[in-house]
């Protein structure tokens, strides 16, 4: 197969072989299915009629840089969608049915993708048979005057045949007529399955040219298929069991004495007529395996094999009847096979066990192609692989075929759909790869030495009897029978012969002497008949002579005539060239104009629509600089409002600040003068209360400009820090991390943890001597009070030999200043008890501020502190 790809160099072919005059490659065709209805891109064009085009569909790119290809693929003949059901038998199939008449092996084969029409091409429809059944009709066809009688071949069950006499023959029939056990094959005059009625229209049989009529002719079919690898026969009978049905049993490959493979037990059936085998056909054909997928309404799924066996013997010297000798038997066949389509589940929406079989089909078809690609190296390169034949049945099933003798033909069915694209791509590469394949040309089969015509002869020895027979007032009808009855009854008459006394002399004389006279009446009756035989042989051998005389002229004529036309057909082939060559130039002229015009008118369309787009860019620029003025017009104006906005809300944001700042100083001074005063040894005499002190205003309480900062920790008084003992210190050792800060530690609730190690930057032997880990954190919060955070952990031993710390619990210790009702306390001082009558005198500072510690988060906690619990994992 010739292929060409345009944007690239044609590559160079591999290097052949010298051509073998004894072998033949495989011939390939392609048939083209018509588009579905719901279809509209196509992606497979009919160049002429030994090449097709492969566009690549919208949307898939198979160059690298993003080009289409288009892809060209010659094969020996290219049948389009208009090509008829007879077109494609005359070219394809009736030479295969020429060679199986003749004593010649073949092999017909349909290869595509699911849904690519290959079971049509092989089975067809009611008037549109296909290939299958027209073979039925034109081996009958050509065969019909010269079958022998059911049975006189019977099979060995060794793929041999064997040659039985009449009378076996007639006790054979008798017998499977007699025993219901022994299925019957189904007469041809019963009335046709509807389904397959009127295949073949009259006028389209064929029929063959040069058949031997001096050999007797037998027809056996059988029918398999190849389902998940193995081999079931479809014309098995099983005893059907609706309660428990018996699943079929697998057959199994054999190799018979002439290196021939064969399905041992398979069942073969004698047929005697075209309909009689298309029902057997159909009869398997209803228990092939068939599913619905989302691609196929009738997918196969298994591989068909419908095997057409032909059995020949010559007939003996006489012309009669056939030589019962098993080594003049000559035995052919032809298999036509419907492998099942290759398919991808996910287009075809397979599931349980649709997905198990596509696997099998996907499986042979994978090992087919690589024995096609052994079989081409070893004869392409002269290497001498081994062809893996028996990692499939099918491949195993022909291998004589490949590696013996026989025609091998291939009809490639495709879709030309775009989804069908990837899949077409791989059937055609096969079908390219499978072109080169040469198999060995069959040979003629030696002729038996009797003189030919003898069936001629006896058929006019028989009409020259009937005719002497007719002149003497005999029988006219050549069945010998009937010549045999009627010379009985010429013969005289046989006396009574009834015997009443056992004296009687008379009858017994009598029968006596009437059996003498018939007996020298039949003398003189057989030596007329031979005088008769001889002198016809006499005839039948002048005529034998003037016949070879005639023949061997006629011979000399035709090999005249044969050299002539071989000179006819060398010319006819080279106008046939140059026609085709001719053709090929205006084709590619045709499709160079297409082009041209095509590129036109996208060059056009492509112009208008670039100015469609430029007055198109046009109006939306000028409609960009209009919102473009809106857009800074409504920028401006938000601007200017948001700055006002801003500024309204950042005064009142720095007045409110203040006002938290001087509460807070107010009570920090507070806080301060109550510790200093409770630390002084001698305190003065408070000054007396006043009943009401007058609230000065906001605008004096506000000073005129404080900072943000909180004011500074007083240095001159040190304060004792508070401890607390932690709730977390247990047995184990802990690292209590303190890292230098700005802010005091002493200001604040610390935890006492006991066997602690107190260290500001923690070191990896720090680490491997404690099992805890605690970083105190001070910040100041966002209210201006001061926040502490005890950040726990466990120390953990690392795989390379170090430790890491997993931070376990947050614990958050914050100061807070609370506003409490005073409680009065008398003076130590001893005051009188009366005057403005109360209980005691009140000191100034208890008069002056109440500030007092609250309790809170439970008893563990110190005073005037709150504690807020947070567990969180984290990775160290």
Avoid at 282 to 310: D, P, Y
Avoid at 530 to 536: D, H, R, S
Wanted: hydrophobic share 30%; proline share 6%; net charge positive.
């Amino acid at each position: 197969m010739n292929r060409q790809a345009k944007g690239r160099t044609p590559r160079r072919p591999p290097p052949k072989k010298p051509p073998n005059s004894q072998k033949d490659p495989v011939g390939v065709y392609c048939r083209v299915r018509p588009l579905g209805a719901g279809d509209e891109e196509c992606c497979i064009e009919v160049i002429s009629t030994t090449t097709i085009q492969l566009h690549a569909p919208e949307g898939f790119k198979t160059n690298r840089n993003g080009e289409y290809k288009e892809t060209q693929y010659s094969f020996k003949k290219v049948f389009g969608i208009s090509v008829s059901q007879m077109e494609l038998f005359e070219d394809v199939a009736k030479p295969l049915v020429d060679d199986l008449i003749h004593g010649k092996n073949g092999l017909l084969f349909t290869y595509g993708v699911t849904g690519s029409g290959k079971t049509f091409t092989m089975t067809g429809s009611p008037g549109q048979g296909g290939l299958l059944p027209r073979s039925l009709n034109m081996i009958f066809n050509s065969i019909g005057p010269y079958q022998a009688n059911r049975y006189i071949f019977k099979t060995d069950d060794k793929n041999g045949m064997e040659v039985q006499s009449e009378v076996d023959a007639l006790l054979e029939r008798q017998r499977r007529g007699n025993n219901v056990t022994v299925p019957k094959t189904p007469s041809s005059r019963q009335k046709p399955d509807p389904e397959i009625a009127d295949m073949i229209k009259p006028d389209e049989a064929y029929k063959a040219d040069g058949v031997d009529a001096d050999s007797g002719y037998s027809i056996f079919v059988s029918y398999i298929e190849i389902y998940n690898n193995y081999i079931y026969d479809l014309l098995e009978e099983t005893q059907e069991d609706a309660i428990k049905p018996k699943p079929p049993q697998s057959k199994i490959l054999r190799e018979d004495q002439n290196h021939n493979m064969y399905v041992a037990g398979c069942m073969e059936v004698e047929v005697k007529s075209a309909e009689e085998a298309f029902q057997v056909f159909w009869r398997g054909q209803k228990k092939r395996k068939v599913a619905n997928t989302c691609l196929n309404r009738e997918s196969s799924r298994s591989h068909s094999v419908f095997i057409i066996k032909m059995a020949q013997a010559p007939l003996d010297a006489d012309g009669t009847d056939l030589l019962q000798d098993k080594n003049q038997v000559s035995v052919s066949q032809l298999c036509l096979v419907d492998l099942a389509g290759s398919e991808r589940t996910g287009r075809t929406g397979a599931e349980g066990t649709r997905i198990r079989e596509a696997g099998n089909i996907n499986q042979s078809l994978l090992n087919l192609r690589t024995c096609i690609e052994i079989l081409r190296e070893n004869q392409m390169c002269g290497t001498n692989r081994m062809v893996p034949y028996r990692d499939s049945k099918v491949t195993h099933l022909f291998k004589n075929y490949f590696d013996g003798e026989g025609k091998v033909r291939m009809v490639v069915c495709v879709n030309p759909k775009a989804d069908d694209y990837e899949e077409t791509l791989l059937v055609m590469r096969f079908a390219e790869m499978t072109q080169e394949v040469e198999v060995a040309r069959p040979v003629d089969r030696p002729i038996c030495g009797f003189t030919p015509g003898r069936r001629h002869r006896n058929q006019a020895f028989k009409e020259e009897l009937s005719r002497r027979l007719e002149e003497r007032g005999g029988p006219v009808d050549r069945d010998v029978s009937s010549v045999m009855n009627y010379m009985v009854h010429s013969l005289p008459p046989l006396p009574s012969s009834e015997l009443t006394d056992p004296h009687d002399d008379i009858t017994l004389p009598r029968l006596i002497e009437a059996l003498q006279n018939r007996h020298r009446i039949r003398q003189m009756m057989i030596e007329d008949y031979n005088k008769a035989a001889n002198m016809m042989k006499s005839m039948l051998q002048d005529l034998d002579a003037n016949l070879i005389s005639k023949d061997n002229f006629i011979h000399e004529q035709n090999g005249k005539l044969a050299e002539r036309d071989k000179i006819i057909q060398s010319n006819k082939a080279e106008m046939e060239r140059l026609e085709k060559k001719n053709k090929m130039q205006e084709h590619k002229i045709d499709i160079l104009q297409k082009t041209t015009k095509i590129y036109e008118d996208d060059k056009r369309s492509m112009q208008q629509e670039l100015e469609t787009r430029e007055q198109r860019l046009h109006r939306e620029l000028s409609e960009k600089r209009r919102m473009e003025q809106r857009m800074h017009g409504m920028v401006s104006d938000t601007q200017h409002k948001w700055e006002k906005e801003c500024e309204r809300r950042v005064n009142a944001m720095q007045l409110e600040m203040q006002n938290k700042l001087w509460v807070k100083d107010e009570k920090l001074k507070q806080l301060k003068a109550i510790v200093t005063e409770s630390k002084t040894p001698g305190r003065p005499q408070p000054p007396p209360r006043q009943t009401q002190p007058q609230r000065p205003s906001r605008e004096e309480r506000l000073p005129a400009k404080r900072s943000a900062s909180p004011s500074p920790l007083p240095t001159t008084t040190p304060v004792r820090p508070l401890h607390r003992r932690s709730r977390s210190a247990g047995g184990e050792k802990w690292v209590d991390h303190k890292p230098t800060s700005s802010l005091d530690l002493g200001t604040v609730l610390q935890p006492v943890i006991p066997n602690a190690i107190q260290v500001s930057t923690p070191s990896e032997k720090n680490l491997s001597k404690c099992d805890k880990y605690v970083l105190t954190h001070q910040e100041v919060a966002s209210d201006g009070e001061i926040k502490t955070q005890l950040i726990k952990g466990d120390v953990l031993k690392t795989r390379g030999g170090g430790q890491a710390v997993q931070f376990t619990d947050i614990e958050t210790l914050k100061q807070e200043l609370t506003t409490v009702p005073s409680r009065k306390r008398k003076s130590s001082e001893g005051t009188p008890t009366g005057g403005d009558g109360t209980d005691g005198a009140w000191t100034d500072v208890e008069t002056r501020c109440s500030v007092a510690m609250e309790m809170r988060a439970g008893s563990n906690m110190g005073p005037g502190y709150e504690h807020h619990g947070i567990t969180k994992r984290r990775k160290p």
